[in-house]
T-cell receptor
Framework: EPEVTQTPSHQVTQMGQEVILRCVPI?????FYWYRQILGQKVEFLVS????????KSEIFDDQFSVERPDGSNFTLKIRSTKLEDSAMYFC????????????FGEGSRLTVL | TQLLEQSPQFLSIQEGENLTVYCNSS?????LQWYRQEPGEGPVLLVT???GGEVKKLKRLTFQFGDARKDSSLHITAAQPGDTGLYLC??????????????WGLGTSLAVNP
C-alpha cells in the first residue's frame, strides 16, 4: 500500500542550528503539507504546497521556515535557525488530485532542540 | 479563536465495553473528520462527515455529525484492545473541505484493557 515516508524519525539539534526534514509523498499525489504537533498540544497546519509553490502558510510558518521539492519525489522542510519552541513532531501529508481529498500522513519526524 | 473541544481527554475501559467520545464547538463546520493516531505514527483518517445529522458506520464505530454541524460524536461498540489510540477530530470551515484550513481538536486518548 502506498505510504508517505519521513526521515529522520528523530533528530536532536542545538538551538540555532539548521534542520532539514525530508518527506517522500505518495508518488501520484499533487498536494503536499507540513503539520506539526508540539507534545500535548493540537496538530497545527504549517504549509501547503502545490505545483511547485506554496499554496498557503500559517502564521507559524515565518521566515525561519522554507519548503522545497528539489526533485520529483522529495518534499523538504527546512528550519534555518532552530529555537527551543520548534521542538515538536513534524508530520508530512499528501493528497491526490483534489485538495479536499483524504490526507495521508507520514509517521512523523520528532525534532528536539536543546 | 475557532476551537474544537474533545471530551473526555482520557478514557480507560475494559474490553467489551461501549464508549462515546465527543467533539464540540461553538462554530459551524462544513465538514468534520475523525482520525486515529497510534504512538509514533501519523494520524489515519477514519471518516469524514459533511451533512448535519449524518450518521456513518465503520464496523463497530459509529460517527454522527450534529444537526447544526457544530459537534460530532464517535461511538465504539464492544471495544477491543486494538481500538487503543488517540482519536482526533478535525473540522473544516470552508465549503470544499480544504485540508489547508483544518482545525484540530486535542484528541481523546483511549485505552482498552484486555
Amino acid at each position: 500500500e502506498p505510504e508517505v515516508t519521513q526521515t529522520p524519525s528523530h533528530q536532536v539539534t542545538q538551538m540555532g542550528q539548521e534542520v532539514i526534514l525530508r518527506c517522500v509523498p505518495i508518488s501520484n499525489h499533487l498536494y503536499f503539507y507540513w503539520y506539526r504537533q508540539i507534545l500535548g498540544q493540537k496538530v497545527e497546519f504549517l504549509v501547503s504546497f502545490y505545483n511547485n509553490e506554496i499554496s498557503e502558510k500559517s502564521e507559524i510558518f515565518d521566515d525561519q521556515f522554507s519548503v522545497e521539492r528539489p526533485d520529483g519525489s522529495n518534499f523538504t522542510l527546512k528550519i534555518r535557525s532552530t529555537k527551543l519552541e520548534d521542538s515538536a513532531m513534524y508530520f508530512c501529508a499528501s493528497t491526490g488530485r483534489l485538495a479536499v481529498g483524504e490526507l495521508f500522513f507520514g509517521e512523523g519526524s520528532r525534532l528536539t532542540v536543546l | 479563536t475557532q476551537l474544537l473541544e474533545q471530551s473526555p481527554q482520557f478514557l480507560s475501559i475494559q474490553e467489551g465495553e461501549n464508549l462515546t467520545v465527543y467533539c464540540n464547538s461553538s462554530s459551524v463546520f462544513s465538514s468534520l473528520q475523525w482520525y486515529r493516531q497510534e504512538p509514533g505514527e501519523g494520524p489515519v483518517l477514519l471518516v469524514t462527515v459533511v451533512t448535519g445529522g449524518e450518521v456513518k458506520k465503520l464496523k463497530r464505530l459509529t460517527f454522527q455529525f450534529g444537526d447544526a454541524r457544530k459537534d460530532s460524536s464517535l461511538h465504539i461498540t464492544a471495544a477491543q484492545p486494538g481500538d487503543t489510540g488517540l482519536y482526533l477530530c478535525a473540522g473544516s470551515k470552508t465549503r470544499a473541505g480544504n485540508n489547508r484550513k483544518l482545525i484540530w481538536g486535542l484528541g481523546t486518548s483511549l485505552a482498552v484493557n484486555p
